[in-house]
């Protein structure tokens, strides 16, 4: 069954550091999305990318962040200098677009220190 | 601003027992989602209800949407141990393709 895939499973750095989240949506999907959860609490939404351009983004999503579907399979989040608040679990999720549902990805553990 | 609320916050609940977890939204899409999440890991889709009256069964958990009252209700029956998890009730702004919004989460404990 196809599956959203995310790497690395966990990240740590320091602050002030730039990092790179990659997520391989599946494959036919054509909506992405980014979103994070900070330990014990909602899951919050950062933005939302389709044909190649960010539909929608969050307050969240400052211009510290930026999103990338470099290659046509990997769709990446850019943090530039990360903050201790930054620390969260960051969630790739891909839609079809024929359907509502989103699939998720099993997550990038950000550990800013 | 959407707002999705959902009651209760922790659930401790004996096997066997029946019980029934609320989502409140604001929002006035018809669509509501439920997804379950493991400590430590990914959201898994649950059941996605597309219109009024919607009703959707899966083992021990029953989903169900009133978008006249804005309420989702996931009711679980004779609750084993294996449901033991953190439940999420999601919200879109009514087009497609978009955010998802998520309730506060009910962390569910099925004690022996």
């Known amino acids: 069954e196809p599956e959203v895939t995310q790497t690395p499973s966990h990240q740590v750095t320091q602050m002030g550091q730039e990092v790179i989240l990659r997520c391989v949506p599946i494959?036919?999907?054509?909506?992405f999305y980014w979103y994070r959860q900070i330990l014990g609490q909602k899951v919050e939404f950062l933005v939302s990318?389709?044909?190649?351009?960010?539909?929608?983004k969050s307050e969240i999503f400052d211009d510290q962040f930026s999103v990338e579907r470099p290659d046509g399979s990997n769709f990446t989040l850019k943090i530039r200098s990360t903050k201790l608040e930054d620390s969260a679990m960051y969630f790739c999720?891909?839609?079809?677009?024929?359907?509502?549902?989103?699939?998720f990805g099993p997550g990038t553990r950000l550990t800013v220190t | 601003e959407l707002k999705v609320e959902q009651n209760p916050l922790f659930l401790s609940m004996q096997e066997g027992k029946n019980y029934t977890i609320y989502c409140n939204y604001s929002?006035?899409?018809?669509?509501l989602y439920w997804y379950r999440q493991d400590p430590g890991k990914s959201l898994e889709s649950l059941f996605v209800?597309?219109?009024?009256?919607a009703v959707k069964q899966e083992g021990r958990l029953m989903a169900s949407l009133d978008t006249k009252a804005r309420l989702s209700t996931l009711h679980i029956t004779a609750a084993v141990h294996d449901l033991s998890a953190t439940y999420f009730c999601?919200?879109?702004?009514?087009?497609?393709?978009?955010?998802?919004?998520f309730g506060t989460g009910t962390r569910l404990t099925i004690i022996p």
């Open positions: 929002t006035t899409s018809d669509r």
């Open positions: 990318f389709y044909n190649n351009e960010i539909s929608e």
């Open positions: 494959s036919n999907h054509l909506y």
């Open positions: 999720a891909s839609s079809s677009g024929r359907f509502y549902e989103q699939y």
């Open positions: 999601a919200v879109d702004s009514g087009g497609l393709n978009e955010k998802l919004t």
């Open positions: 209800l597309l219109s009024n009256g």
